[in-house]
Nanobody, 116 residues
Framework: QVQLVESGGGLVQPGGSLRLSCAAS????????MGWYRQVPGKQRELVAV???????NYVDAVKGRFTISRDNAKNTVYLQMNSLKPEDTAVYSC??????????WGQGTPVTVSE
């Protein structure tokens, strides 16, 4: 079955960097649109960045210029490089794989805390 496993979250000081990874299995990774989402308790989950099968990327305005999404199809992995982190980036980050509307898989999430 399809599995998405995130890693790389943790505690970092403001201005610091983290790289999140999402390793996929049980799927033809290269044809999926992959996305990173984040959620803060009490708020709706929001899209952070997305990368299509052709490597086209898109970002929410709040992270443009600071975050970079990439994928390595040979490793079935999508990454989120996060630089210049701010306290408002604190959230649980999850990856999503979408083949087409209605065919969607989620990872369990990895927490990111940006604090002194």
């Amino acid at each position: 079955q399809v599995q998405l496993v995130e890693s790389g979250g943790g505690l970092v000081q403001p201005g610091g960097s983290l790289r999140l990874s999402c390793a996929a299995s049980g799927m033809l990774f290269s044809i999926y649109t992959m996305g990173w989402y984040r959620q803060v308790p009490g708020k709706q989950r929001e899209l952070v960045a997305v990368i299509l099968s052709d490597h086209t990327t898109n970002y929410v305005d709040a992270v443009k210029g600071r975050f970079t999404i990439s994928r390595d199809n040979a490793k079935n992995t999508v990454y989120l490089q996060m630089n210049s982190l701010k306290p408002e980036d604190t959230a649980v980050y999850s990856c999503k794989a979408e083949k087409r509307p209605g065919v969607v898989f989620w990872g369990q999430g990895t927490p990111v805390t940006v604090s002194e």
